[in-house]
């Protein structure tokens, strides 16, 4: 009866049309050409490789898709518990008409050239945004990216700045600054200046948010440069030591949220994550953490912008009930899908069951996809809404009594109204979360 | 099936009458004058302002409570899906009739007018205590509390300390101290006999406990003050530094143990909130807290004070295998209830079947409402006593066998039976927990 | 239906012929001999002692077995909630044909005195062994233990190396290892090859894994001892600074890994046990931890040594995550059993469960019994295969429409084959577990 009950809220939920509200889309390229682009998806990679598979298998230079596909399907084996090699069956059965609940080096050929066929259609990737339901999808752009050829109303843009706040020491950065806004860092005020336009290109375009993900050593403070200590630091770039970088990032980490104020942006971050970890790791896995981190780190951010809305991922579960309880003090705090090594069934059960029952309903975005390819919101999206289900049908409708109307109007707030509630809509900027609930203004 | 044995379970432990062992009544006002007193409670006006009310709109110097309410209800909606709100619908119907499942603008009135009807009763808190099957509420009473003009054997004192350990340093705090012990407090010396004092004041007048909430950063340290040191830093007051105050803490902190051996109190830690992280929250909205914290800091106490019961709450929910395992290892730990932003269902859940996996079931305290006004008892005990019957049903009579008799003795233990055990009755003081248990003395 | 399910994969999973990974079996007494071998395990006498059992009750010399049970039973009934509990009534009717639920002053001597015929029997160990289905047992070796008198095939060796690592520095370990060795360590170089010999004697007679326990603090460093410095550290013996400790601990550690890729043989990392919190508790009752603990502290080690294989216990469940995630990029990490303060069933089945859908298949050791005697494996596995099935059922078969077939197949692996892939066969060691996966070679 209760599997049912989350079948039944199930194919509501799933009915419903929403928006991504964060991708890695490449929106010139946003949908696959070839299963390669599939199974290089870093799951597969980093997982066939953490089974045992050479770097080298499919990272050789010049490998084509259709040998890089047969090798990976060689590994796969080991990983086929994985909720990660479950997308990956969901998606072929899905788009490809794929029959069995195993891809193996008997059947991926067909399954190979179904999709090859598939992918070819000329809207193939309209195609996979409609059987999606997707409506638009957030993406992840560099602050340099002109931000042209292609609808920003389907791939909404987002600033990602990450190379920003932590990269600008480097020249090569500064200089894709300097070129991207046709001036000359070499001060706190022109530092500010070529920000501020990139905010105003990014929000001209359309961007509904800007976005940083941030190691757990991470603690921003309000800076207390002078403009000669922070000319000085520009002056030195790569020879900065790692104090004057440090004050650097602050500084420049402090302006992004300044400037989410003055255009009205969302400031999306994404903590906890340690670069390089596992150097040896395949492309896009080498990345790991420590848990040892605390929102505590954010006091004084979001203390001083409370205009700023901050849509907050936590990269470790343990956190996440830090996340829900800041959620739940904090109008400027908002809990942000599932991410990335706490995107899996038992941890997005328990933090997102957490997370229902004690933060306000407007307050939720229940899920991004994270994707890099289209073809991934659909499985991805499908499993999220299997457990919402399961923890609306448990924790709803047989723990407290809630009838499924009740339950399904929960599902449908955090999996798709709060999106453009906290995002804004396609024709404009988001009030501030905390500034227009309530039956009354 | 599964959920008629939990509802089985849920009827047996809620016909039971038991004692609340930590509330913050007000013994000389301890129910409700209006519906303003129960959506004035911090859960309430902390997530509505969460959700966008400003906070002006209920702090406003001479607000009519009824004012009050109907600018809360109006906030209200965004709540609808927490367990806080849910806990004020089930005690807007268990006490005055309220046949709705959400309070609206539309419905809200009458539910005041009748809810204002009945708190008019002249036995209007005899009349909550009762339905609530509560035989007497755990008080947190300020060290200079005259204890005065309530029945202490209903309303038990307890002894809070945090302003004695943490705030002694104000002129302020040494003036109340100065003043309720009749005494001054210049030396080490002349401060023991003040604390002492206090302890013989509340043991005479029935207390159970004595009582501390703590911040992350704590680790009790036996001192090592000299006499002289300790007089300087008495005198200087507000002039003291971060050290110095520091020193005292531990002092006085130290102290309170010394005199819970000899007193034979139970000393309630409350381990893990950080005041003030979030100062523009509303009122008592304004405290978090940093998960990184371990029990490993009370080491030394632990160890120095074999006579002295620790029943202990922690903030987080990662640390309560902490607190399960120590637990399972010192006599004189015990766990106690679940506190504050672990009091959700999910952490509840987690957090209760781990313990009762591995702690003695003589070593429990199940829960404690931490109420502001008698009127929550009831919903918040009723939440935990359901969480308490699933635990049971799913991991004792269905993972492990258990007829249902012998898991309805184990949750009365729990909910009902160890107050009495750790805290003692309300003829004396308890035995030190680890002193006499099992089947022979 | 869901139970019903549970209880077949239990059968199934119950009756596979296995090999416990990791135990302090003493070989030379490997069962026990009166139930006083059962009721001293530590779970028993600490539970007992944190119930209040004076320590003296049962450690008094010279107590007799059957008076230490008839004590210890005294004092059962405040732990009969617990997990450890039902191990010893589950192996008490198995065994010894025990009928009633819980063991008491009234029936307790009649199952002594039934445990004791049983155990007198000349093949009780066999007996136990067969009864447990259990084909082979790891043991936990001093580095001095000559390894005689066994059966290796059954008992199989494993260089426990905790004293070698943080004990060194004391006379009496360095007398022990120049006395194992026949040699005389005074520098980096004899004592690389004090080292290396203990390794050729282990392998040589069958071991399949280097061990040891760490405390949280502990970061393992690529040592930069001048062979100078560190025969100076050798030469100060006790009277070696704490620094000076750690120096010499981290040269041994990464020894030791370093070794473990000559003699191809894993290398158990036990991760975060702090020794000696409790040191009035009472034998093997004293040891805690602090949670706050993060394998990014084993980057360098990791990245270091690719050719070892770290089968990875963590005695904290928010450490959980962590493992789950390294286990998922590092090819050399490898998942392995639910330890000691995480070895209860709510722990098991979070952390179980997160594993199973995150980490690939072959790389999951799913449980170990880490008992002293050898009627402790039955209930142990018991337990966890009755987890294991409770996940497989709901987490696969109903959650993610697996077969039963399929599910089981996965339950096998992770409880049965997975250990002679990552330790090896019995006619030689395992080749690194990221070396050998996949459909193809």
Same mark, same amino acid.
């Given at each position: 009866?209760?599997?049912?009950?989350?079948? #039944? %809220?199930?194919?509501? !939920?799933?009915? *419903?049309?929403?928006?991504?509200?964060?991708?890695?889309?490449?929106? $010139? &390229?946003? @949908?696959?050409?070839?299963?390669?682009?599939?199974?290089?998806?870093?799951?597969?990679?980093?997982?066939?490789?953490?089974?045992?598979?050479?770097?080298?298998?499919?990272?050789?230079?010049?490998?084509?898709?259709?040998?890089?596909?047969? #090798? %990976?399907?060689?590994? !796969?084996?080991? *990983?086929?518990?994985?909720?990660?090699?479950?997308?990956?069956?969901? $998606? &072929?059965? @899905?788009?490809?008409?794929?029959?069995?609940?195993?891809?193996?080096?008997?059947?991926?050929?067909?399954?190979?050239?179904?999709?090859?066929?598939?992918?070819?259609?000329?809207?193939?990737?309209?195609?996979?945004?409609?059987?999606?339901?997707?409506?638009?999808?957030? !993406?992840?752009?560099?602050?340099?990216?002109?931000?042209?050829?292609?609808?920003?109303?389907?791939?909404?843009?987002?600033?990602?700045?990450?190379?920003?706040?932590?990269?600008?020491?480097?020249?090569?950065?500064?200089?894709?600054?300097?070129?991207?806004?046709?001036?000359?860092?070499?001060?706190?005020?022109?530092?500010?200046?070529?920000?501020?336009?990139?905010?105003?290109?990014?929000?001209?375009?359309?961007?509904?948010?800007?976005?940083?993900?941030?190691?757990?050593?991470?603690?921003?403070?309000?800076?207390?440069?002078?403009?000669?200590?922070?000319?000085?630091?520009?002056?030195?770039?790569?020879?900065?030591?790692?104090?004057?970088?440090?004050?650097?990032?602050?500084?420049?980490?402090?302006?992004?949220?300044?400037?989410?104020?003055?255009?009205?942006?969302?400031?999306?971050?994404?903590?906890?994550?340690?670069?390089?970890?596992?150097?040896?790791?395949?492309?896009?896995?080498?990345?790991?953490?420590?848990?040892?981190?605390?929102?505590?780190?954010?006091?004084?951010?979001?203390?001083?912008?409370?205009?700023?809305?901050?849509?907050?991922?936590?990269?470790?579960?343990?956190?996440?009930?830090?996340?829900?309880?800041?959620?739940?003090?904090?109008?400027?705090?908002?809990?942000?899908?599932?991410?990335?090594?706490?995107?899996?069934?038992?941890?997005?059960?328990?933090?997102?069951?957490?997370?229902?029952?004690?933060?306000?309903?407007?307050?939720?975005?229940?899920?991004?996809?994270?994707?890099?390819?289209?073809?991934?919101?659909?499985?991805?999206?499908?499993?999220?809404?299997?457990?919402?289900?399961?923890?609306?049908?448990?924790?709803?409708?047989?723990?407290?009594?809630?009838?499924?109307?009740?339950?399904?109007?929960?599902?449908?707030?955090?999996?798709?109204?709060?999106?453009?509630?906290?995002?804004?809509?396609?024709?404009?900027?988001?009030?501030?979360?905390?500034?227009?609930?309530?039956?009354?203004?």
């Amino acid at each position: 009866m209760s599997k049912d009950l989350r079948d #039944r %809220l199930f194919r509501e !939920l799933d009915a *419903l049309v929403i928006v991504d509200p964060h991708t890695h889309i490449n929106p $010139l &390229a946003p @949908a696959s050409k070839t299963l390669a682009d599939i199974l290089g998806y870093h799951y597969y990679t980093e997982l066939a490789h953490s089974a045992g598979m050479p770097k080298a298998r499919i990272e050789a230079p010049g490998l084509e898709p259709k040998e890089k596909v047969r #090798r %990976l399907v060689e590994r !796969l084996a080991p *990983l086929d518990n994985t909720i990660q090699y479950s997308w990956f069956v969901e $998606l &072929a059965q @899905a788009f490809f008409g794929f029959k069995d609940d195993r891809v193996t080096p008997d059947n991926w050929e067909a399954l190979y050239d179904a999709a090859e066929a598939k992918m070819k259609g000329p809207t193939w990737a309209d195609d996979v945004l409609k059987q999606s339901r997707l409506s638009a999808v957030f !993406l992840t752009n560099d602050f340099d990216d002109p931000l042209e050829g292609f609808d920003t109303k389907t791939y909404v843009p987002c600033l990602r700045t990450d190379d920003l706040v932590f990269h600008l020491w480097k020249p090569e950065v500064r200089l894709r600054l300097d070129k991207a806004t046709g001036s000359s860092v070499t001060s706190a005020a022109t530092l500010k200046q070529a920000i501020g336009q990139r905010f105003q290109h990014f929000t001209r375009k359309g961007a509904r948010a800007c976005a940083i993900s941030l190691p757990p050593s991470f603690a921003p403070e309000s800076p207390e440069l002078s403009p000669t200590a922070l000319s000085k630091i520009l002056s030195r770039g790569a020879d900065a030591s790692d104090d004057e970088r440090r004050s650097l990032s602050h500084f420049v980490f402090w302006t992004l949220a300044e400037y989410c104020v003055e255009y009205k942006l969302p400031f999306d971050l994404m903590i906890g994550v340690n670069r390089q970890v596992y150097p040896a790791g395949v492309y896009q896995g080498q990345d790991l953490y420590d848990s040892r981190v605390s929102l505590i780190q954010y006091k004084e951010l979001f203390n001083s912008f409370p205009q700023v809305t901050f849509p907050i991922s936590v990269l470790a579960s343990v956190t996440n009930q830090e996340l829900a309880s800041y959620s739940w003090i904090c109008p400027n705090v908002v809990t942000n899908g599932h991410w990335w090594y706490s995107n899996t069934p038992t941890f997005i059960e328990h933090d997102l069951a957490a997370r229902l029952e004690a933060v306000p309903r407007t307050k939720q975005i229940g899920y991004y996809s994270d994707m890099y390819k289209l073809e991934f919101a659909l499985p991805k999206f499908a499993m999220f809404k299997r457990i919402l289900a399961k923890v609306l049908a448990e924790r709803y409708c047989i723990d407290r009594g809630w009838s499924e109307d009740r339950a399904l109007a929960l599902g449908t707030q955090v999996l798709r109204d709060n999106t453009e509630q906290v995002f804004g809509a396609a024709d404009g900027p988001a009030e501030p979360v905390g500034r227009s609930q309530g039956f009354a203004g």
